[in-house]
Protein backbone atom coordinates (compact mmCIF):
# COMPACT_ATOMS: atom_id res chain seq x y z
CA UNK A 1 0.00 0.00 0.00
CA UNK A 2 2.61 2.34 1.06
CA UNK A 3 4.87 1.48 -2.01
CA UNK A 4 1.99 1.37 -4.35
CA UNK A 5 0.94 5.39 -2.79
CA UNK A 6 4.75 6.51 -3.15
CA UNK A 7 4.83 4.80 -6.99
CA UNK A 8 1.78 6.72 -7.46
CA UNK A 9 3.18 10.21 -6.35
CA UNK A 10 6.77 9.98 -7.54
CA UNK A 11 4.15 9.26 -11.52
CA UNK A 12 2.45 12.46 -10.35
CA UNK A 13 5.38 14.55 -10.04
CA UNK A 14 6.95 13.40 -12.90
CA UNK A 15 3.77 14.07 -14.97
CA UNK A 16 3.74 17.72 -13.43
CA UNK A 17 7.54 18.42 -14.26
CA UNK A 18 7.83 17.58 -17.89
CA UNK A 19 5.76 20.44 -19.15
CA UNK A 20 7.71 22.90 -16.38
CA UNK A 21 10.84 21.48 -17.69
CA UNK A 22 9.94 21.86 -21.57
CA UNK A 23 8.73 25.17 -20.66
CA UNK A 24 11.93 26.26 -18.99
CA UNK A 25 13.51 24.83 -22.40
CA UNK A 26 11.55 26.52 -24.46
CA UNK A 27 12.60 30.07 -22.41
CA UNK A 28 15.74 28.98 -22.93
CA UNK A 29 15.08 28.64 -26.28
CA UNK A 30 12.96 31.42 -27.07
CA UNK A 31 15.83 33.85 -25.09
CA UNK A 32 18.22 32.08 -26.97
CA UNK A 33 16.46 33.00 -30.29
CA UNK A 34 14.82 36.13 -29.31
CA UNK A 35 18.09 37.69 -27.88
CA UNK A 36 20.19 37.19 -30.71
CA UNK A 37 17.41 37.97 -33.09
CA UNK A 38 16.25 40.99 -30.90
CA UNK A 39 20.07 42.45 -31.21
CA UNK A 40 20.82 41.69 -34.79
CA UNK A 41 17.45 43.66 -35.18
CA UNK A 42 18.36 46.51 -33.13
CA UNK A 43 21.80 46.54 -34.90
CA UNK A 44 20.15 46.30 -37.76
CA UNK A 45 18.01 48.96 -37.07
CA UNK A 46 20.12 50.64 -35.33
CA UNK A 47 22.68 50.36 -38.50
CA UNK A 48 20.52 50.73 -40.97
CA UNK A 49 18.92 53.96 -38.96
CA UNK A 50 22.37 55.93 -38.07
CA UNK A 51 23.86 54.30 -41.73
CA UNK A 52 20.72 55.34 -43.87
CA UNK A 53 20.77 58.67 -41.14
CA UNK A 54 24.28 59.42 -41.76
CA UNK A 55 23.89 58.11 -45.73
CA UNK A 56 20.89 60.58 -45.74
CA UNK A 57 22.75 63.41 -43.56
CA UNK A 58 26.36 62.68 -44.67
CA UNK A 59 26.56 60.82 -47.71
CA UNK A 60 23.39 62.23 -49.02
CA UNK A 61 22.50 65.48 -47.22
CA UNK A 62 26.11 66.67 -46.85
CA UNK A 63 27.83 65.31 -49.70
CA UNK A 64 24.92 66.24 -52.44
CA UNK A 65 24.85 69.70 -50.47
CA UNK A 66 28.56 70.14 -50.82
CA UNK A 67 29.31 68.39 -54.27
CA UNK A 68 25.95 69.57 -55.95
CA UNK A 69 26.55 72.68 -54.09
CA UNK A 70 29.67 73.60 -54.62
CA UNK A 71 29.39 72.78 -58.66
CA UNK A 72 26.01 74.57 -58.58
CA UNK A 73 27.85 77.38 -56.89
CA UNK A 74 31.22 76.97 -58.13
CA UNK A 75 30.14 75.82 -61.75
CA UNK A 76 26.68 77.46 -62.26
CA UNK A 77 27.39 79.98 -60.30
CA UNK A 78 30.47 80.70 -60.79
CA UNK A 79 31.89 79.98 -63.88
CA UNK A 80 28.56 81.25 -65.76
CA UNK A 81 29.31 84.52 -63.85
CA UNK A 82 32.45 85.55 -65.49
CA UNK A 83 31.85 83.98 -69.04
CA UNK A 84 28.35 84.76 -69.42
CA UNK A 85 28.51 87.92 -67.40
CA UNK A 86 31.31 89.00 -69.52
CA UNK A 87 30.17 88.59 -72.58
CA UNK A 88 27.10 89.99 -71.92
CA UNK A 89 28.44 92.76 -70.12
CA UNK A 90 31.71 93.38 -72.36
CA UNK A 91 30.34 91.73 -75.77
CA UNK A 92 26.35 93.22 -75.77
CA UNK A 93 27.12 96.44 -73.71
CA UNK A 94 29.90 97.11 -75.69
CA UNK A 95 28.15 96.36 -79.12
CA UNK A 96 25.34 98.65 -78.10
CA UNK A 97 28.17 101.03 -77.63
CA UNK A 98 29.64 100.10 -80.63
CA UNK A 99 26.70 99.59 -83.12
CA UNK A 100 26.02 103.79 -82.23
CA UNK A 101 29.72 103.95 -84.23
CA UNK A 102 28.28 102.62 -87.54
CA UNK A 103 29.29 99.42 -89.42
CA UNK A 104 32.39 99.03 -87.44
CA UNK A 105 30.19 96.79 -85.17
CA UNK A 106 29.80 94.31 -87.80
CA UNK A 107 33.29 93.25 -87.41
CA UNK A 108 33.40 92.45 -84.26
CA UNK A 109 30.42 90.83 -83.81
CA UNK A 110 31.41 88.38 -86.19
CA UNK A 111 34.42 87.69 -84.25
CA UNK A 112 32.32 86.47 -81.60
CA UNK A 113 35.15 87.27 -79.10
CA UNK A 114 34.96 89.42 -76.41
CA UNK A 115 38.15 91.01 -76.47
CA UNK A 116 38.14 92.23 -79.95
CA UNK A 117 34.54 93.29 -79.46
CA UNK A 118 36.25 95.33 -76.73
CA UNK A 119 39.47 96.61 -78.72
CA UNK A 120 37.18 97.62 -81.89
CA UNK A 121 34.74 99.63 -79.28
CA UNK A 122 37.50 101.40 -77.44
CA UNK A 123 38.96 102.35 -81.46
CA UNK A 124 35.72 103.50 -82.44
CA UNK A 125 35.42 105.50 -79.32
CA UNK A 126 38.78 107.39 -79.92
CA UNK A 127 37.85 107.70 -83.94
CA UNK A 128 34.03 108.44 -84.11
CA UNK A 129 32.21 108.81 -87.50
CA UNK A 130 31.41 112.13 -88.24
CA UNK A 131 27.81 113.75 -88.65
CA UNK A 132 26.65 116.54 -90.41
CA UNK A 133 24.57 119.18 -89.51
CA UNK A 134 21.35 119.85 -91.52
CA UNK A 135 23.33 123.05 -92.69
CA UNK A 136 26.53 121.63 -93.30
CA UNK A 137 24.44 118.84 -95.88
CA UNK A 138 22.08 121.99 -97.27
CA UNK A 139 25.68 123.98 -98.00
CA UNK A 140 26.97 120.74 -99.50
CA UNK A 141 24.14 120.54 -102.30
CA UNK A 142 24.11 124.36 -102.45
CA UNK A 143 27.89 124.66 -103.51
CA UNK A 144 28.18 121.31 -105.32
CA UNK A 145 30.51 119.55 -102.99
CA UNK A 146 30.32 116.29 -101.81
CA UNK A 147 29.09 115.62 -98.90
CA UNK A 148 31.58 113.23 -98.11
CA UNK A 149 34.30 115.85 -98.31
CA UNK A 150 32.69 117.61 -95.87
CA UNK A 151 32.71 114.80 -93.49
CA UNK A 152 35.97 114.08 -93.88
CA UNK A 153 36.67 117.85 -92.87
CA UNK A 154 34.65 117.11 -90.25
CA UNK A 155 36.48 114.12 -88.66
CA UNK A 156 39.71 115.99 -88.99
CA UNK A 157 39.02 119.11 -87.66
CA UNK A 158 36.06 118.56 -85.12
CA UNK A 159 34.59 121.87 -86.01
CA UNK A 160 31.38 123.35 -87.11
CA UNK A 161 31.70 124.00 -90.92
CA UNK A 162 30.83 127.05 -92.12
CA UNK A 163 30.55 129.02 -95.72
CA UNK A 164 33.49 130.47 -97.09
CA UNK A 165 33.86 134.29 -97.32
CA UNK A 166 35.88 135.71 -100.14
CA UNK A 167 35.96 139.79 -101.43
CA UNK A 168 35.50 141.41 -104.38
CA UNK A 169 37.34 143.70 -106.48
CA UNK A 170 36.30 146.83 -104.06
CA UNK A 171 37.12 144.81 -101.41
CA UNK A 172 33.91 144.41 -99.66
CA UNK A 173 33.13 140.35 -98.54
CA UNK A 174 31.09 138.56 -100.38
CA UNK A 175 30.14 134.59 -99.96
CA UNK A 176 32.27 132.39 -101.73
CA UNK A 177 31.71 128.43 -103.41
CA UNK A 178 33.74 126.86 -100.56
CA UNK A 179 33.58 125.93 -96.75
CA UNK A 180 35.40 127.31 -93.88
CA UNK A 181 36.57 125.87 -90.55
CA UNK A 182 38.23 127.55 -87.22
CA UNK A 183 41.72 125.61 -85.88
CA UNK A 184 43.40 126.68 -83.04
CA UNK A 185 46.76 128.41 -84.22
CA UNK A 186 48.86 126.25 -82.94
CA UNK A 187 47.32 122.66 -84.82
CA UNK A 188 47.27 124.85 -87.96
CA UNK A 189 49.67 124.23 -89.77
CA UNK A 190 49.33 120.34 -88.66
CA UNK A 191 45.71 119.99 -89.89
CA UNK A 192 46.00 122.20 -93.25
CA UNK A 193 49.14 119.38 -94.16
CA UNK A 194 46.48 116.57 -93.33
CA UNK A 195 43.68 118.01 -94.80
CA UNK A 196 45.63 118.79 -98.33
CA UNK A 197 46.94 115.11 -98.86
CA UNK A 198 43.12 113.82 -98.00
CA UNK A 199 42.07 116.57 -100.27
CA UNK A 200 43.87 116.11 -103.21
CA UNK A 201 43.11 113.37 -104.92
CA UNK A 202 39.49 114.64 -104.31
CA UNK A 203 39.99 117.64 -106.20
CA UNK A 204 39.57 119.89 -103.40
CA UNK A 205 42.36 122.75 -102.21
CA UNK A 206 42.33 123.79 -98.45
CA UNK A 207 44.58 126.70 -97.49
CA UNK A 208 44.61 129.17 -94.96
CA UNK A 209 41.69 131.96 -95.28
CA UNK A 210 42.16 134.09 -91.91
CA UNK A 211 44.44 134.54 -89.17
CA UNK A 212 43.75 136.06 -86.17
CA UNK A 213 46.37 136.11 -83.75
CA UNK A 214 45.17 137.76 -80.98
CA UNK A 215 42.60 135.29 -80.06
CA UNK A 216 44.78 132.37 -81.20
CA UNK A 217 42.39 130.83 -83.44
CA UNK A 218 42.58 130.66 -87.87
CA UNK A 219 40.21 129.48 -90.53
CA UNK A 220 41.02 126.79 -92.99
CA UNK A 221 39.28 127.33 -96.27
CA UNK A 222 38.11 124.79 -98.81
CA UNK A 223 37.63 125.29 -102.52
CA UNK A 224 36.42 122.64 -104.95
CA UNK A 225 39.13 122.43 -108.05
CA UNK A 226 42.98 121.78 -109.31
CA UNK A 227 43.58 125.83 -110.23
CA UNK A 228 45.56 126.84 -107.22
CA UNK A 229 44.82 130.26 -108.55
CA UNK A 230 41.18 129.64 -107.97
CA UNK A 231 41.96 131.04 -104.43
CA UNK A 232 43.76 134.32 -105.36
CA UNK A 233 41.15 135.17 -107.10
CA UNK A 234 38.49 134.00 -104.75
CA UNK A 235 40.00 135.77 -101.75
CA UNK A 236 40.72 138.47 -104.36
CA UNK A 237 44.65 138.95 -102.75
CA UNK A 238 45.97 142.65 -104.08
CA UNK A 239 48.20 144.96 -103.31
CA UNK A 240 46.02 147.59 -103.87
CA UNK A 241 47.85 150.66 -101.71
CA UNK A 242 50.87 149.61 -103.66
CA UNK A 243 48.59 149.37 -106.78
CA UNK A 244 48.96 146.27 -107.37
CA UNK A 245 46.03 144.01 -108.71
CA UNK A 246 44.69 140.46 -107.85
CA UNK A 247 45.70 140.08 -111.37
CA UNK A 248 49.44 141.15 -111.17
CA UNK A 249 49.74 139.02 -108.01
CA UNK A 250 47.95 136.05 -109.50
CA UNK A 251 50.92 137.18 -112.59
CA UNK A 252 53.84 136.89 -110.61
CA UNK A 253 53.01 133.94 -108.93
CA UNK A 254 52.69 131.81 -112.10
CA UNK A 255 55.96 133.54 -113.04
CA UNK A 256 57.74 132.18 -110.61
CA UNK A 257 56.10 128.96 -110.20
CA UNK A 258 57.61 128.54 -113.90
CA UNK A 259 61.43 127.77 -112.41
CA UNK A 260 60.27 127.21 -108.41
CA UNK A 261 57.63 125.54 -108.08
CA UNK A 262 55.22 125.68 -105.23
CA UNK A 263 51.77 125.63 -103.36
CA UNK A 264 49.81 128.38 -102.51
CA UNK A 265 48.51 127.47 -98.87
CA UNK A 266 47.04 130.55 -97.83
CA UNK A 267 45.09 133.76 -99.16
CA UNK A 268 43.03 136.64 -97.98
CA UNK A 269 42.65 139.90 -99.28
CA UNK A 270 45.85 141.38 -99.40
CA UNK A 271 47.96 138.42 -98.16
CA UNK A 272 49.13 135.32 -99.85
CA UNK A 273 51.29 132.96 -98.17
CA UNK A 274 53.61 130.03 -100.57
CA UNK A 275 55.36 126.63 -99.81
CA UNK A 276 58.21 125.79 -102.13
CA UNK A 277 58.74 122.28 -103.64
CA UNK A 278 61.71 123.49 -105.08
CA UNK A 279 63.64 126.33 -103.97
CA UNK A 280 64.39 129.30 -106.51
CA UNK A 281 67.75 128.74 -108.27
CA UNK A 282 69.22 132.52 -107.21
CA UNK A 283 67.69 132.91 -103.95
CA UNK A 284 69.46 136.80 -103.22
CA UNK A 285 68.04 137.57 -106.61
CA UNK A 286 64.65 136.10 -106.50
CA UNK A 287 64.72 137.94 -102.61
CA UNK A 288 65.32 141.27 -104.02
CA UNK A 289 62.31 140.98 -106.77
CA UNK A 290 60.32 140.25 -103.82
CA UNK A 291 61.55 143.38 -101.93
CA UNK A 292 60.56 145.51 -105.23
CA UNK A 293 57.24 143.90 -105.59
CA UNK A 294 56.64 143.95 -101.37
CA UNK A 295 58.71 146.02 -99.42
CA UNK A 296 56.67 144.62 -96.28
CA UNK A 297 57.87 140.85 -96.68
CA UNK A 298 61.28 142.54 -96.12
CA UNK A 299 60.64 145.37 -93.87
CA UNK A 300 58.16 143.95 -91.38
CA UNK A 301 59.57 140.94 -91.45
CA UNK A 302 63.44 139.61 -91.69
CA UNK A 303 64.58 143.45 -92.12
CA UNK A 304 67.11 142.79 -95.50
CA UNK A 305 67.32 140.85 -98.34
CA UNK A 306 69.47 138.38 -97.09
CA UNK A 307 67.51 137.81 -94.54
CA UNK A 308 65.06 136.81 -96.23
CA UNK A 309 66.95 134.83 -98.35
CA UNK A 310 68.07 133.12 -94.87
CA UNK A 311 64.27 132.47 -93.63
CA UNK A 312 63.17 131.31 -97.47
CA UNK A 313 66.28 128.52 -97.46
CA UNK A 314 65.35 127.90 -93.80
CA UNK A 315 61.48 127.32 -93.56
CA UNK A 316 60.63 127.11 -97.76
CA UNK A 317 58.23 129.70 -97.16
CA UNK A 318 57.49 133.09 -98.47
CA UNK A 319 54.66 135.01 -97.10
CA UNK A 320 53.52 138.42 -99.21
CA UNK A 321 51.32 140.76 -97.27
CA UNK A 322 50.68 144.79 -98.52
CA UNK A 323 48.39 146.70 -95.94
Same mark, same amino acid.
Given at each position: ?99 ? @? ?11 ? @? ?53 ? +? ?22 ? +? ?12 ? *? ?67 ? *? ?7 ? +? *? ?37
Amino acid at each position: MNMMLRQCLYLAASVLCVPLLMGANNGIKESATTGPTKSAASTVTNSSTSGNVNRMTGSVATSPSSSMASRATGSMATRPTPSVASRTTGSLASGVTSSM @TGSRIKKGLATGA @TGSIASLVTSSVTSTWAVLSPYAEELAKTIGFDRQVLILVKEITHERIGRLVGFD +ADGYQIIAPGIVVSVPEEKTDSIL +ALLRRKLQPHHYMA *FVAEMNAGIKTEKIGVLKGKDQYDILRVMHTNGNEYDISNQDVIDWLKDWETSAPFDIVGADNDWVEIE *FKILPADLK +A *FAQEVYDICPDAVDQGPGSVDGLVKEIRKTKHLFLWWD
